[in-house]
C-alpha cells in the first residue's frame, strides 16, 4: 500500500492490531538479593484485603526461607 507522505500518521490510514488474542494476565512477584519469590497469578483485581491474604500466603514463605538462608549462612 502506497500512502503520501501526510497520511503515514493519520488515523484513517491505520490498523489496530492485537497480538496474541488480546488478553492480559496480571502477576505479583517478590525477589530479594538473597533469591526469587514465587510468581503468582492473579485472577481479579486485588482489594485491600485481599492483598493482605496475599502477602500472607506468599509473601511470609519466602522472607521466612531468605532469613533462614541467611541466617545459616552467617551462623
Same mark, same amino acid.
Given at each position: 500500500m502506497c500512502?503520501?507522505?501526510?497520511e503515514?500518521m493519520?488515523?484513517n490510514?491505520?490498523?489496530?492490531? !492485537? &497480538?496474541?488474542? +488480546?488478553?492480559s494476565?496480571?502477576?505479583?512477584?517478590v525477589?530479594?538479593?538473597h533469591?526469587?519469590?514465587?510468581l503468582?497469578?492473579?485472577?481479579?483485581?486485588?482489594?485491600?484485603n485481599?492483598? !493482605? &491474604?496475599?502477602? +500472607?500466603?506468599?509473601?511470609?514463605?519466602?522472607?521466612?526461607?531468605?532469613l533462614?538462608?541467611r541466617?545459616?549462612?552467617?551462623?
Amino acid at each position: 500500500m502506497c500512502r503520501r507522505p501526510h497520511e503515514a500518521m493519520d488515523p484513517n490510514c491505520q490498523q489496530g492490531t !492485537v &497480538q496474541a488474542g +488480546g488478553g492480559s494476565v496480571m502477576v505479583w512477584a517478590v525477589f530479594s538479593w538473597h533469591g526469587l519469590g514465587p510468581l503468582v497469578r492473579l485472577d481479579r483485581t486485588l482489594t485491600g484485603n485481599a492483598y !493482605v &491474604q496475599l502477602l +500472607g500466603d506468599h509473601l511470609q514463605p519466602f522472607m521466612d526461607y531468605v532469613l533462614k538462608q541467611r541466617w545459616d549462612f552467617y551462623g
